[in-house]
């Protein structure tokens, strides 16, 4: 998948020295719930253990070919307010790649292929509740804020948080990339 701009691809074990460049920073692993990786041992375990799946991209930037960060699509269990086939998108970039339309751009590109390859009729999406950047982000892509999960665990950071939840219809999308 691509755009002008950016290319998703499969996970490589290759892909660990640039990994580790982008996720040993402490405002991008905030932002993400984990610890700031150590070395690139430590990211390239990461890749093997968690990255290379079904689902999971690298997002590769068309000039230069350089790793800018990652999305990948999750099923989720049935749940409160899930069904079984619901999804979730989790996303990051490199803080040097913030605030220029990267994400927004590979968001929208992963939620046609979510609709329209994968045919699901919803997509979640959460962002801890002082993210401002990614609350913004799902903001402006037409998610529609559903419910916050409170005082939830993390035990890698041991710290507990609180979750905003937003989703987005298959019928929502649609309408809005007509209005375009």
Same mark, same amino acid.
């Given at each position: 998948?691509?755009t002008?701009?950016?290319?998703?691809?499969?996970w490589q074990?290759?892909?660990?020295?640039?990994?580790?460049?982008?996720a040993?920073?402490?405002k991008?692993?905030?932002a993400c /719930? +984990?610890?700031?990786h150590?070395n690139?041992?430590e990211?390239?375990?990461?890749?093997?253990n968690?990255?290379?799946?079904?689902? &999971?991209?690298?997002?590769? /930037?068309?000039?230069?070919k350089?790793?800018? /960060?990652a999305?990948?699509v999750?099923?989720?269990?049935e749940g409160e307010?899930t069904?079984a /086939?619901d999804?979730?998108l989790?996303?990051?970039? =490199?803080?040097d790649? +913030?605030?220029k =339309?990267y994400?927004?751009?590979?968001?929208?590109?992963?939620?046609d292929y %979510?609709?329209?390859?994968? =045919?699901k009729d919803?997509?979640w %999406?959460? @962002?801890f509740?002082d993210?401002?950047?990614?609350r913004?982000?799902?903001e402006?892509?037409g998610?529609v804020? @559903? @419910?916050?999960?409170?005082?939830?665990?993390? =035990?890698?950071?041991?710290?507990f948080?609180? &979750? %905003?939840v937003n989703?987005?219809?298959?019928?929502? +999308?649609e309408?809005?990339?007509?209005?375009?």
């Amino acid at each position: 998948m691509e755009t002008n701009r950016i290319v998703l691809r499969s996970w490589q074990e290759s892909d660990a020295p640039e990994l580790f460049q982008l996720a040993n920073n402490e405002k991008v692993a905030h932002a993400c /719930g +984990w610890l700031p990786h150590k070395n690139e041992e430590e990211s390239l375990e990461i890749l093997r253990n968690i990255l290379i799946t079904e689902n &999971s991209f690298a997002i590769v /930037g068309k000039s230069g070919k350089k790793l800018i /960060g990652a999305i990948g699509v999750n099923n989720l269990a049935e749940g409160e307010f899930t069904k079984a /086939g619901d999804v979730e998108l989790g996303f990051w970039l =490199g803080e040097d790649f +913030w605030g220029k =339309g990267y994400m927004q751009e590979t968001v929208a590109l992963v939620l046609d292929y %979510c609709f329209d390859e994968l =045919g699901k009729d919803k997509v979640w %999406c959460a @962002h801890f509740e002082d993210n401002e950047q990614s609350r913004r982000l799902q903001e402006k892509l037409g998610f529609v804020y @559903h @419910h916050k999960d409170e005082a939830l665990y993390n =035990g890698m950071l041991g710290i507990f948080y609180n &979750s %905003c939840v937003n989703v987005m219809t298959k019928k929502h +999308w649609e309408e809005m990339k007509n209005d375009r």
